[in-house]
């Protein structure tokens, strides 16, 4: 029962369809006129739309992109600097450890021996 009710739904979806492609048909020809100005402004309107909508798109992607080359120009000259700071250190380490090889014991890294461990208690 239910196909035959969803058929006779189709049917009657197609009937109305088709009779109003009959109507539109039988139009005067100003009705038909009048209908394809419309359509025309419509499909206008909708043109204009997507141009603007693209419009848009295109300004953010050209926005994300200028953000990401000032992310990746930022992150390259943090990089630049951890790369100095790292071969400052390694310059005055090297200097230091030459002074306290000629004597200079306040150049001397400080010496630390590991923590004993505590023993462990037998349990009673």
Do not use: F, H, W
């Not at 009779?19 to 209908?35: F, G, K, L, T």
């Not at 990746?72 to 380490?93: F, G, H, N, Y």
């Amino acid at each position: 029962m239910q196909v035959r009710a969803m058929m006779l739904r189709l049917g009657l979806g197609i009937a109305l369809i088709a009779a109003s492609a009959v109507a539109i048909a039988q139009d005067s020809p100003a009705a038909q006129d009048e209908r394809r100005i419309l359509n025309e402004a419509e499909a206008n309107r909708g043109a204009a739309q997507i141009a603007e909508q693209e419009a848009r798109q295109k300004a953010a992607a050209e926005q994300q992109a200028a953000r990401d080359a000032d992310y990746r120009a930022a992150m390259e000259r943090q990089r630049e600097r951890m790369a100095e700071m790292d071969a400052q250190a390694r310059a005055q380490s090297e200097a230091d450890a030459s002074r306290c090889r000629a004597g200079d014991r306040t150049r001397c890294a400080p010496v630390t021996l590991p923590s004993p461990t505590p023993r462990e208690t037998p349990a009673r």
